[in-house]
């Protein structure tokens, strides 16, 4: 059974940083394309961030460029996105997404994690 589990959500302040974390189980996850996204409450899902199966290549939002970093850890089954400078912009769900670049069409998504920037 695959699983895809976010943490690290929480409340912040403007300016403060949060750690995400992505445990998969349940698949190869080297072979799996992952990204984050986030929906904000009324707003469409958006992609933040996105990572290659080897962690070579990442891609960004315009939106976070400069603020945010993807990375990951094949021996732990893990993506994390690191997000510093935060702003009240930020403030919505994150998503984790895996792709298996195997079979394209095998998708699995996380239940979500809460991030909020309020002073």
């Known amino acids: 059974q695959v699983q895809v589990v976010e943490s690290g959500g929480g409340l912040v302040q403007p300016g403060g940083s949060l750690r995400l974390s992505c445990a998969t189980s349940?698949?190869?996850?080297?072979?799996?394309?992952m990204r984050w996204y986030r929906q904000a409450p009324g707003k469409e899902r958006e992609l933040v961030a996105s990572i290659t199966t080897d962690g070579i290549s990442r891609n960004y939002a315009d939106s976070v460029k400069g603020r945010f970093t993807i990375s990951r850890d094949n021996a732990k089954k893990t993506v994390y996105l690191q997000m510093n400078s935060l702003k009240p912009e930020d403030t919505a769900v994150y998503y984790c997404?895996?792709?298996?670049?195997?079979?394209?069409?095998?998708?699995?998504w996380g239940q979500g994690t809460q991030v909020t920037v309020s002073s």
């Open positions: 349940g698949l190869t996850f080297s072979n799996y394309l």
């Open positions: 997404y895996a792709q298996s670049q195997i079979v394209r069409s095998l998708v699995y």
